[in-house]
Structures are given as C-alpha cells and as structure tokens.
C-alpha cells in the first residue's frame, strides 16, 4: 500500500472505530493519581510548581472576575502541552493536528468569552465594534470589518494551531526520510541531514509548547476584553 506524507494525520482506527478519542484521553493517564497528600515526591512537586508557573501566568492580565476561568485555562494548557509533545514521539498520533478537534475546542471556549460580555456588560462588549470617534462615512464599513474580525476568531485559533503542527511533523517527515534515503549513497550528507533533523525535533518541542501557550493566551485575551 503506498502511503503519502499527509496519512500520518489520518486518524487510526480499530474495527473500524476512530481511535481519536483513546489519543485524547491518554494524556491524563500520565498524570499522578490524587492523594491525600499535596506532595507525595519530586515528580508530584515538579507537576504542582509547573500547575502554578501556568496558572500564574494565565491569570496575571485578567481581574479578579476572570479567576474564575482558572481551572478550565490551566487544565486546557496541559491537555494541550502534553497532547503536543507526545505527538513528536515516533509511531503516535497527534490530535491537534485534526482542524475538527482544535476548532471543537477553540469555538465554544470563544463563545463563552463573548457570551460572558454580552451578559454582565453589554454595552462595553457592543463598543469594541465601533470604536469612540469614528467618522460617519466610515461607521458601516467598520461594522462590517470589526464583526468578521470577531467572528473569526475561533477559525484563526483553530488554524493557527493545526498548520503550526502540521508544518512542523512534515519537515521532521521529510529530512529524516532524505537521511534514510542518503545514508546508503552519501554517508556525509546523511550525517550533516541528520543533524538538521535533530535541531528541528529541538525546534518543534519548543513549537508544541508556544502553540499550546499562545492558544490558551489568546483566550484569556478574549476574556480580558469580556470581564
């Protein structure tokens, strides 16, 4: 069977059942189990300074009334830094980059901010459309602009993300199948191949921890602008 470059981002199945849902929930197995003590050992101490450098984080731009996202930001943080840096193993499959699943998330989380808005300060949340000063002329074509600009939100955390990933798992794809192709007719070229290949894995670990960043700092953004 003759596989593509794009086949590594099809989802595996078993039976014929989608096996993506398995892949999401493998993470959280990696985790220690609840105990009745905060800190059992060096791991459990690491897991809860690395919980609170995230949540610190996440939380310095927003007030008091945007504490309350706490939890579901730093939890979406980890569900999303450990996804990415298991899909960089060999033989795994990466989740986020399915366009479906990062939109699943990205749209609601996004909704709930602008909902959040439209309900304790509506008229605040309505001002950003038509900013103070703005020439009557230009009033309806800055509707037009300010609204796609907030409608699309969602799509470009979606897309962001999966093309970011996508990107990255191709070119490791790419030059270590050019490593294997020249170890056998240039051994010196394989090896100079080879080392580019282990500065872009060095690369895409750092790539998997921005993107995760950046998609949870983007909607505390969103929140800030809500609250």
């Known amino acids: 069977m003759n596989l ?10 078993l039976l014929g059942i ?7 929930l493998f993470p959280a197995l990696l985790l220690p189990s609840p105990n009745n003590r905060w800190i059992t050992n060096r791991l459990s101490a690491l897991q809860l300074w690395l919980f609170q450098l995230i949540t610190k984080q996440l939380m310095m731009p927003l007030n008091k009334a945007g504490h309350n996202w706490a939890l579901i930001l730093s939890s979406l943080m980890t569900f999303l830094l450990l996804i990415n840096l298991l899909g960089l193993l060999p033989y795994t499959f990466t989740p986020t980059t399915q366009l479906s699943m990062n939109m699943a998330l990205a749209f609601p989380l996004w909704l709930a901010t602008l909902l959040t808005g439209l309900r304790n300060q509506p008229s605040i949340s309505l001002a950003h459309i038509l900013p103070e000063g703005t020439p ?6 800055l509707i037009l602009i300010e609204t796609t600009s907030l409608l699309i939100r969602p799509l470009a955390l979606g897309v962001r993300l999966t093309a970011n990933l996508t990107a990255g798992h191709l070119l490791i794809q790419l030059i270590s199948t050019a490593t294997m192709a020249l170890l056998s007719i240039m051994p010196t070229i394989s ?9 872009l894995t060095i690369l895409e670990l750092a790539v998997a921890m921005i993107q995760a960043y950046v998609f949870v700092l983007l909607l505390s953004l969103y929140l800030q602008e809500n609250i």
Do not use: V
Request: aromatic letters at 6%; charged letters at 5%.
């Open 136 to 141: 009557t002329p230009l009033i309806p074509a």
């Open 191 to 199: 090896i100079l191949t080879m080392l580019i290949l282990l500065l």
């Open 4 to 13: 593509t470059l794009f086949d590594q981002f099809s989802s595996p199945q």
């Open 18 to 24: 989608p096996l993506i849902l398995l892949s999401t």
